[in-house]
């Protein structure tokens, strides 16, 4: 039986789906205000697996992952280019969509976005309010009431009263309570703002997933799924919400994947040690290395990202295309081997033991070939095509894949331009670290690059 961690009981639980066969999901997305990074890669693919599993398994899995397009970061960013906040969002969603693809993770199932849920936002804040959970504050702001929560800090074991302890001074006058989170931000002067009962504004950020995921998905609803660093306090937030509005329990099972380091540090800006995907995937053979790297380790531990890392998963992954190379098709998968494979995976999504399996396979698959075992080899063949396929690995031509220059690749026209753009956009928020290191990154794919007055850029290959 399948096993899930729970965030918030800290065990490993059976899955019993609210309804029967069926799994309800919903996983916070990404803020679209830059290109998505490793951090980001790691989530998404994360729990690309899991909703693959889940469906392999047998359940009937509606999938829903948000997009945040409003957002204080995507003002900032706006403002900072000289660009609609509306166009700023959509360029980065549909950046987004063009990395996952590269990925080969598939859609969700819905992908709702912030802004065209703001009368449920509104509807949910005006719930808050009526049942004394929120209050609006004189400086026009709404804000959750969290003492009035006594459930506050159980996903993530901290207690009201250290928290409230460990606060600083408070700022903000218009607050009750330290700890008070906004539900509905004021109009400020140019920036967007929607009509609601208690004056123009925007939603907060916890809000939108409150609403999102119970306009979609029900009150009651069985996963919930993020980064770690999202454990507190958004979703703790989206619990005190949801279940202050709606006065049901509001989800089975919580699910938080590690975070990734860089070279055993913490990726950050600030450390200069920041990587986009696309930065990333312009070095690789192919964009399935990533993943495979990303799922090479358990999701709820940390991942630490080095070039020694990825070359080792683009050998590994090499070596299981080498093993399909030239073998035999037409054989059944060994139902044996998809045992071990589930074993693993059923045990809260183990896919390093998962990987340990393919390996084995391949191994039984090379000596079936050396042996000229031809039906053995087509078995072999049939079940690594399969059990790479339920990880989303394993389902391009060998021969073409091996064919492939190991090391950065030549980039083409599109991969260039989005590195120029990426450029330019580090270099106008003043990150001249970032527009420097994609710089180089062009350079070494033998790409030269030239500013031309105006902030235009030219480039030729070397």
């Given amino acids: 039986m399948l096993k899930i961690h729970n ?52 359940f009937e899995v509606t999938y829903v992952r948000n997009i945040t397009d409003i957002d204080d970061k995507i003002i900032e960013r706006a403002a900072a280019n000289g660009e609609d906040w509306t166009a700023l969002a959509r360029r980065f969603a549909a950046a987004m969509h063009e990395d996952c693809a590269a990925l080969r993770l598939e859609p969700p199932d819905l992908e709702p ?23 609006l504050a004189d400086d026009g702001d709404v804000l959750y ?46 920036e967007p703002s929607w009509p609601s009962p208690w004056g123009a504004g925007r939603p907060g950020w916890h809000i939108e997933c409150s609403a999102m995921s119970t306009a979609l998905l029900g009150d009651h609803f069985d996963l919930h799924g993020g980064g770690m660093d999202l454990k507190f306090p958004h979703h703790e937030n989206e619990i005190a919400q949801s279940c202050a509005a709606c006065g049901t329990p509001f989800v089975n099972v919580w699910m938080h994947n590690g975070f990734v380091r860089i070279n055993d540090e ?14 990333v995937l312009a070095t690789l053979r192919d964009p399935e290395v ?32 080498r093993a399909l190379e030239g073998a035999p098709s037409g054989g059944q ?50 079940s690594l095509r399969e059990l790479g396929g339920m990880l989303g690995l394993l389902q391009q031509d060998p021969a073409a894949f091996l064919k492939r220059g190991a090391g950065a690749q030549v980039l083409d026209d599109a991969a260039i331009e989005a590195l120029i753009g990426a450029r330019r956009e580090a270099r106008a928020r ?3 670290a970032e527009g420097d290191r994609i710089r180089d990154r062009l350079a070494a794919a033998g790409v030269v690059i030239e500013d031309k007055p105006g902030g235009a850029t030219a480039w030729r290959r070397a």
């Avoid at 606060?167 to 931000?185: E, G, I, S, T, Y």
Wanted: charge should be positive.
């Fill in 113 to 135: 976005r912030a802004t065209e849920y703001i009368d449920a936002i509104v509807a949910m804040i005006g719930v808050l309010i009526a049942k004394g959970y929120a209050y």
């Fill in 290 to 321: 990533l993943r495979y790297f990303l799922i090479s380790s358990h999701y709820r531990g940390p991942i630490n990202y080095s070039e020694a890392q990825l070359a080792q998963a683009d050998e590994t992954l090499l070596g299981l295309y």
């Fill in 145 to 190: 009431s969290v003492r009035r929560f006594a459930e506050y800090g159980r996903l993530s074991g901290k207690r009201i009263e250290d928290l409230r302890a460990g606060a600083r001074v408070q700022v903000d006058a218009a607050k009750r309570d330290p700890l008070d989170f906004v539900l509905w931000k004021a109009a400020k002067p140019g």
């Fill in 266 to 279: 913490k990726m950050s800006k600030s450390l200069g040690n920041f990587f986009t995907v696309r930065d």
């Fill in 7 to 58: 965030s918030m009981t800290g065990e490993k639980e059976p899955i019993r789906p609210l309804q029967p066969g069926k799994l309800r999901m919903y996983v916070c997305g990404v803020t679209v205000y830059d290109y998505i990074h490793l951090g980001h890669a790691r989530m998404l693919t994360v729990f690309d697996l899991v909703r693959r599993y889940l469906r392999d398994s047998g």
């Fill in 333 to 382: 998968a060994d139902p044996a081997a998809r045992a071990r494979l589930c074993e693993a995976m059923d045990d809260d999504f183990n896919t390093p033991v998962a990987l340990a399996v393919l390996q084995g396979v391949a191994r039984e698959l090379n000596t079936a070939k050396a042996e000229g075992r031809t039906a053995a080899a087509a078995t072999q063949a049939a």
């Fill in 430 to 432: 003043k990150d001249y």
